[in-house]
């Protein structure tokens, strides 16, 4: 694990904590989280105009899209934030995702498991497979066409 | 369970902009082990409800599970790639979320956010449906639960850095 978020800083610029304020709403807010290799935790300094966020359980996600959003790259630690004298250090303790953007065989792996949780959704309900209507989906495409026309000529 | 909505938010317009430009949001619940899950998601704001739509995949019901325990949510707004902004202010809006009851396929009601938000933005989505064996095999991608967001309070940073005081408005347009 302790690699994987090694990797996921060097290849994002920033991450987005996310904790809860006092109202128990989830806040969250830009950081730039420093690896502390000896303590494998990450140093994190909070905005002082967005400092909101209470110690506890928290998260943070690093995550990248192109222009066209596509090669997307979503890397999410889940774990503790703590308040010291001077600041704030994150405790991880699992993470979902990758931190880099999906080779072909794993975009492959990610489909079989839409698909499969799909299905289980599906079957531990006894909900009836509905059916998609394909041709409202191909009219809807065929608009989105002109809207990325619309978009380029804007 | 009643809900009632205020006709209006009243936001900066590049606030406004923010909530109708950027690709994405960095949607937030609450994890069953009261752990915030973060997850980029597509959302669309609705000036004439003054609410959010975003909807999940029954392939990726993680934060439908969510929901149904707790509905509290917030939406981020800080990565403007694709958006054609240049340093936006930064968005946060919180509030709480009402699903659909039922898993639903069509689109009818939901063309300017498939076209607008999804398709439109997002091209290679078209894969998904782009032939016999991607329409058996991801019928599940258009499978969908949609989420309706009635917010609670929008906080934004006009600089978007930081650097400025967060500024917020509270808005009741949520009566359970």
């Known amino acids: 694990m302790w690699d994987e978020i090694l990797d996921a800083l060097e290849a994002h610029d920033s991450a987005l904590l996310t904790g809860f304020d006092e109202n128990g709403f989830p806040f969250s807010v830009r950081c730039m989280p420093m690896a ?22 928290a998260s943070l996600l690093m995550h990248s899209h192109n222009e066209d959003l596509w090669d997307l790259a979503q890397f999410l630690i889940r774990g503790t934030l703590v308040r010291t004298g001077d600041g704030h250090y994150f405790v991880p303790a699992s993470t979902i995702g990758a931190p880099r953007p999906a080779s072909g065989l794993d975009a492959i792996k990610t489909l ?27 009219r809807l495409q065929e608009r989105a066409e002109e809207w990325r026309k619309q978009r380029k000529a804007d | 369970m009643g809900t009632e909505t205020q006709s209006s938010i009243e936001l900066p317009a590049d606030v406004e902009q923010v909530l109708d430009d950027l690709l994405t949001a960095e949607v937030s619940t609450v994890g069953k082990d009261g752990t915030p899950i973060t997850w980029p998601v597509v959302v669309q704001y609705r000036r004439e409800s003054a609410d959010f739509l975003l909807c999940t995949s029954i392939g990726m019901p993680g934060k439908i599970f969510n929901l149904r325990r707790s509905p509290k949510i917030s939406l981020s707004y800080t990565d403007p790639t694709g958006s054609g902004l240049a340093n936006p202010p930064i968005v946060l809006v919180q509030g709480t979320a009402e699903l659909d009851s039922e898993v639903r396929t069509s689109v009818d009601g939901v063309e300017d956010f498939w076209v607008n938000k999804v398709m439109g933005p997002q091209p290679a989505s078209k894969m998904m449906s782009s032939n016999p064996l991607m329409r058996w095999y991801m019928d599940v991608y258009y499978m969908r639960i949609y989420i309706t967001v ?6 934004w940073w006009p600089s978007g850095d930081y650097s400025e005081v967060m500024q917020s408005i509270e808005v009741n347009s949520y009566v359970g």
Do not use: F
């Not at chain 1, 502390?36 to 209470?54: F, G, M, S, Y």
């Not at chain 1, 079989?112 to 409202?136: F, K, M, Q």
């Open chain 1, 112 to 138: 079989r498991t839409i698909r499969h949780r799909g299905n289980a959704y599906l079957n531990h309900r006894n909900i009836e497979r509905p059916s998609v209507p394909w041709d409202d989906i191909h």
């Open chain 2, 150 to 155: 009635m917010p609670t309070r929008i906080c």
């Open chain 1, 36 to 57: 502390d290799r000896k303590n494998r935790r990450l140093t994190i300094e909070l905005p002082r105009n967005a400092d909101q966020i209470q110690p506890g359980k």
